[in-house]
């Protein structure tokens, strides 16, 4: 047992790295997506932000698992093959950017359309006006939600490991399925990602509290 | 005989089938000050949008000195209620910014620039705040100041204490009146009558979104023939009624 134990914690340490590095991957493509996703929806006429608000519904709508199978297998039939670490970065990426975009989108509708109003009158044009009053107004009331989310996203990282992507749950597993100690396995697993998650939390709120101060200062 | 500064010309603004305002005709010669009153809903702060262009016309035009009006193209500058300050910039900031992305003015001097209009409302030494470290009168101040300092030809006030204290409007009302006593043209929606009273050279009385009568303050509040104007002012008389036994 205690073998099983060390085991997993060897396999953990050598599938951490992969983890974090696809989740932060996924988590900086996932902002930027969203982003322009939301800023389309809110800036751009409905033609176009209709079906971005579809694609947003679809993925939202589809268990990220299903998802993954979708990119991972699906792909290669319509010319997409990718390689397992590739089809995880891409398919947390959108994931990620369908829930940032609805965070980034009630973030442009916070903010006061009399703002706006002032800046116009004064003759502020809208692109400054956005750059300069919009988006940092909208900041503070979007990071305490984008940082939630960000954390949650690394728990949906184990999900990669049903397309073989040899991060945390995959390298565990198969410590599991050699030894059948699965409960081990399992527990060890669990550990790790609760610390990972917590460790994550703490470092957001503390680059929360920073962004804000910035921004108040 | 002076042309007028701003003409407001058959001005209507339809939504849906609702009609806010209907053919409405105003001539405001420079240094004139118009207070704008009526009852709520009676079309006054749609007036005042139209006039700076926010709020879409269904007909009629505005002009300022013989052009069509554009929001931003320097000719009207507009005092919210809300105030609507940028929350994330200082005092100083929120003045200075038009100045610096319009004017294209180097920092340094618009920053200068916008303590001078800081000062002007008596804000001086409070250019470093944030809004939120400023009472509302000061907010109001720091507002009046950011549209002052863009130095726009016609002044547009929306109710600019109606979202104060009541011990908290009085500097508002006094930065108001030196800027008329000062010659600078404007209109000021308010039901602050003994306000309007004394600051305006001429009074508007709107009631669904019709001009019911354009006077000086003196015949407008005196005996009134108008019974429109007579039964709205009653409700002024009334609320003050217990200060005039006492």
């Given at each position: 047992?205690?073998?099983?134990?060390?085991?997993?914690?060897?396999?953990?340490?050598?599938?951490?790295?992969?983890?974090?590095?696809?989740?932060?991957?996924?988590?900086a493509?996932?902002?930027?997506?969203?982003?322009?996703?939301?800023?389309?929806?809110f800036?751009?006429?409905?033609?176009?932000?209709?079906?971005l608000?579809?694609?947003?519904?679809?993925?939202?709508?589809?268990?990220?698992?299903?998802?993954?199978?979708?990119?991972y297998?699906g792909?290669?039939?319509?010319?997409?093959?990718?390689?397992?670490?590739m089809?995880g970065?891409?398919?947390?990426?959108?994931?990620?950017?369908?829930?940032f975009s609805?965070?980034?989108?009630?973030?442009?509708?916070?903010?006061?359309?009399?703002?706006?109003?002032?800046?116009?009158?004064?003759?502020?044009?809208?692109?400054?006006?956005?750059?300069?009053?919009?988006?940092?107004?909208?900041?503070?009331?979007?990071?305490?939600?984008?940082?939630?989310?960000?954390?949650?996203?690394?728990?949906?990282?184990?999900?990669?490991?049903?397309?073989?992507?040899?991060?945390?749950?995959?390298?565990v597993?198969?410590?599991?399925?050699?030894?059948?100690?699965?409960?081990?396995?399992?527990?060890?697993?669990?550990?790790?990602?609760?610390?990972?998650?917590?460790?994550?939390?703490?470092?957001?709120?503390?680059?929360?509290?920073?962004?804000?101060?910035?921004?108040?200062? | 005989?002076?042309?007028?500064?701003?003409?407001?010309?058959?001005?209507?603004?339809?939504?849906?089938?609702?009609?806010?305002?209907?053919?409405?005709?105003?001539?405001?010669?420079?240094?004139?000050?118009i207070?704008?009153?009526?009852?709520?809903?009676?079309?006054?702060?749609?007036?005042?949008?139209?006039?700076?262009?926010?709020?879409?016309?269904?007909?009629?035009?505005?002009?300022?000195?013989?052009?069509?009006?554009?929001?931003?193209?320097?000719?009207?500058?507009?005092?919210f209620?809300?105030?609507?300050?940028?929350?994330?910039?200082?005092?100083?900031?929120?003045?200075?910014?038009?100045?610096?992305?319009?004017?294209?003015?180097?920092?340094?001097?618009?920053a200068e620039?916008?303590?001078?209009?800081?000062?002007?409302?008596?804000?001086?030494?409070?250019?470093?705040?944030k809004p939120?470290?400023?009472?509302?009168?000061?907010?109001?101040?720091?507002?009046?100041?950011?549209?002052?300092?863009?130095?726009?030809?016609?002044?547009?006030?929306d109710?600019?204490?109606?979202?104060l204290?009541?011990?908290?409007?009085?500097?508002v009302?006094?930065?108001?009146?030196?800027?008329?006593?000062?010659?600078?043209?404007?209109?000021?929606?308010?039901?602050?009558?003994?306000?309007?009273a004394?600051?305006?050279?001429?009074?508007?009385?709107?009631d669904?979104?019709?001009?019911?009568?354009?006077?000086?303050?003196?015949?407008?509040?005196?005996?009134?023939?108008?019974?429109?104007?007579?039964?709205?002012?009653?409700?002024?008389?009334d609320?003050?009624?217990?200060?005039r036994?006492?």
């Open positions: 047992m205690m073998a099983a134990l060390a085991d997993s914690f060897l396999a953990a340490a050598r599938g951490l790295p992969l983890t974090i590095a696809i989740w932060g991957a996924g988590v493509t996932g902002l930027v997506l969203g982003f322009l996703v939301a800023a389309i929806r800036f751009a006429p409905l033609a176009l932000s209709w079906p608000a579809m694609a947003v519904e679809a993925v939202r709508g589809v268990p990220f698992l299903v998802q993954c199978f979708l990119l297998f792909g290669p039939f319509i010319g997409i093959d990718l390689s397992p670490i089809a970065w891409v398919a947390l990426s959108v994931y990620g950017a369908a829930y609805e965070v980034f989108r009630a973030g442009f509708l916070s903010v006061p359309p009399g703002q706006l109003e002032a800046a116009r009158m004064l003759g502020i044009p809208r692109h400054q006006a956005v750059l300069r009053i919009m988006l940092p107004m909208m900041a503070l009331a979007v990071l305490p939600s984008l940082a939630n989310l960000a954390v949650i996203l690394i728990k949906e990282t184990a999900i990669l490991s049903i397309i073989t992507v040899p991060e945390l749950t995959f390298r597993q198969g410590v599991g399925s050699a030894t059948f100690a699965f409960a081990e396995t399992t527990l060890v697993l669990a550990l790790v990602y609760w610390a990972l998650v917590e460790a994550t939390a703490w470092a957001s709120r503390h680059t929360e509290r920073r962004i804000a101060r910035a921004l108040a200062a | 005989m002076t042309a007028p500064i701003l003409s407001v010309r058959a001005l209507e603004r339809r939504v849906g089938d609702v009609e806010i305002l209907r053919r409405i005709d105003l001539d405001v010669m420079p240094g004139e000050a207070g704008v009153i009526g009852p709520s809903g009676s079309g006054k702060s749609s007036l005042l949008r139209c006039i700076a262009g926010l709020d879409a016309v269904s007909g009629g035009e505005v002009m300022v000195e013989g052009r069509r009006t554009q929001p931003g193209d320097g000719a009207v500058g507009m005092v209620q809300h105030f609507n300050l940028w929350p994330h910039l200082t005092a100083r900031e929120n003045v200075a910014l038009a100045l610096r992305l319009v004017r294209k003015m180097p920092a340094a001097a618009a620039k916008a303590e001078a209009a800081l000062a002007r409302v008596g804000l001086a030494a409070l250019g470093g705040r939120a470290a400023l009472s509302g009168g000061q907010q109001q101040r720091v507002a009046i100041a950011r549209t002052l300092a863009m130095e726009p030809r016609v002044l547009l006030f109710e600019p204490t109606a979202a204290d009541p011990e908290l409007t009085t500097e009302l006094d930065v108001i009146r030196d800027l008329a006593a000062a010659g600078t043209t404007m209109l000021v929606v308010s039901h602050e009558m003994g306000f309007i004394r600051l305006s050279t001429r009074v508007v009385f709107l669904h979104g019709v001009v019911v009568q354009a006077a000086p303050p003196a015949e407008l509040f005196a005996a009134q023939a108008e019974p429109r104007v007579r039964s709205f002012l009653q409700t002024y008389l609320r003050v009624a217990w200060a036994d006492a």
